[in-house]
């Protein structure tokens, strides 16, 4: 039986982002601020379709994905212009600017980022619908609001930035101006002779402040990924991921690769200011000084994000580097709360720790870094990996989480939980065949994945 690895792709695609100071002239400023203003309004018109389609009243009905996903984007642009042309008393048939206030190509990109963004809460709809009665009543209670409306996306949402899509038809000019679709000229205050030549497909222009702009390019690279040599165990691993001790990595190379107590104080510290902010503005009567506190908010969340984000990077770097493939979980917050499960004191320390570190987050980063270097990261599901001994099919067995080894019933080996999980993890991402969901009718298929 041939791994999964047998059919990835000869390479990566490794995606980032410059950000540079940007100036626009009062022409541009207009454009830019009537076209924040379509946005917000497409926004509304989007959710409130994709809520009557695929909302917590149709779970079972399929959400548009790849090809379909474009066809269904088509499809709402159509909708949504013969509305405002009906509102505006128009009979035209084709999308326009002038009318509009928005582009086709960045009404493209803004309604598939509407959609990701709603495909990730149709996820949490999915789990939560799965809640009890009294669980649902008990959410309602609790936080004021029906259980469907957990995660939800707002209405009110206020868009600050605007996708033109370049389609190498961006020209940089001089050192510091680039004419760019929709928006002609842009000065830039850093220096872009060296983006000369460059195919430019994707660019973003976000509103900072009262006069400051910041101009985004999204460049796309293909990288040769690194060849794999299955024989060889120095190249590779599987990695579980726990929070114990703040010990987050266990490598089947014995690794163990722990969380930097500096950093985590200091974000416990930034999430406390934070938590006193908000209480501050919930129940601030002035205008100036509520709007001061959000400002004050929103730098410290900007501040704990970044320091959060530098750690996940080193941890990246750490797991990635000298190592041509990785094994690790395909984990969520959600997934982490339930294998700790219960409600004991130590449950309750490690679900804050949780709300620190993100674990989506810290896996977008590791692939990330595999698409930039050319490495492999292969994503398994889950469920069971803590529960089940390796190279032994027994039922799974919910272990507390405080016991870190036991001597094993069936082979009377002293099973070390996080070592025996990396294995797991490393096997049943390569052969997905062998993990234990399988046995319980689960395809394969869905079990494991790459970069």
Not at 31 to 42: F, T, V
Not at 246 to 261: A, M, P, Y
Not at 263 to 281: G, H, N
Request: glycine residues 6%; hydrophobic residues 35%.
């Amino acid at each position: 039986m041939k791994p999964i690895i047998h059919n990835v792709s000869e390479t990566t695609t490794h995606t980032h982002t410059r950000r540079f100071k940007s100036f626009l002239t009062d022409e541009q400023v207009s454009k830019h601020l009537r076209g924040l203003e379509a946005q917000d309004k497409l926004h509304r018109f989007v959710l409130r379709y994709l809520e009557k389609s695929f909302g917590y009243k149709k779970l079972r009905r399929r959400y548009p994905t790849g090809k379909y996903r474009k066809v269904f984007i088509n499809k709402l642009k159509e909708l949504y212009m013969a509305k405002i042309y009906k509102e505006l008393g128009l009979e035209l048939t084709t999308w326009s600017v002038k009318h509009l206030g928005l582009s086709s190509q960045s009404a493209n990109a803004f309604i598939a980022d509407v959609m990701v963004q709603f495909g990730k809460y149709r996820e949490t709809l999915i789990e939560t619908s799965k809640w009890t009665d009294d669980e649902k009543e008990d959410y309602r209670k609790k936080h004021g609001k029906s259980w469907f409306r957990r995660h939800a996306l707002s209405y009110d949402k206020t868009s600050r930035t605007i996708t033109v899509q370049g389609n190498n038809q961006a020209e940089v000019l001089s050192d510091h101006h680039i004419k760019i679709p929709d928006f002609g000229d842009i000065q830039i205050l850093q220096n872009i002779k060296n983006l000369k030549g460059s195919k430019i497909k994707i660019m973003r222009i976000k509103y900072i402040r009262e006069g400051e702009y910041e101009f985004q390019i999204v460049f796309t690279t293909e990288v040769e990924r690194q060849a794999i040599d299955i024989n060889n165990d120095k190249e590779y691993a599987g990695y579980d991921w726990g929070l114990l001790n703040n010990e987050f990595w266990h490598g089947t190379d014995g690794t163990v690769i722990k969380l930097d107590e500096r950093v985590l104080q200091r974000a416990k510290q930034y999430e406390e200011a934070i938590k006193r902010l908000d209480t501050l503005i919930q129940t601030c009567p002035n205008k100036s000084k509520l709007k001061r506190y959000k400002d004050q908010r929103k730098r410290l969340y900007a501040k704990c994000t970044n320091l959060l984000n530098e750690e996940y990077r080193r941890h990246a770097r750490l797991l990635l580097d000298g190592k041509t493939m990785i094994v690790i979980e395909d984990l969520n917050a959600k997934s982490m709360r339930n294998e700790t499960g219960g409600k004991s004191k130590k449950t309750k320390g490690m679900n804050k720790k949780l709300a620190l570190a993100k674990p989506a987050t810290m896996r977008d980063f590791i692939i990330q870094r595999a698409n930039n270097i050319g490495a492999t990261v292969v994503l398994v599901n889950p469920n069971f990996t803590s529960q089940i001994e390796f190279g032994v099919l027994h039922e799974p067995k919910k272990i507390p989480l405080d016991v870190r080894e036991w001597i094993s019933e069936f082979t009377g080996r002293l099973i070390e939980r996080d070592y025996n999980a990396a294995w797991n993890i490393l096997f049943w991402g390569l052969y997905p065949e062998y993990h234990y969901l399988v046995s319980t009718g689960k395809s394969a298929k869905y079990l494991s994945r790459t970069n």
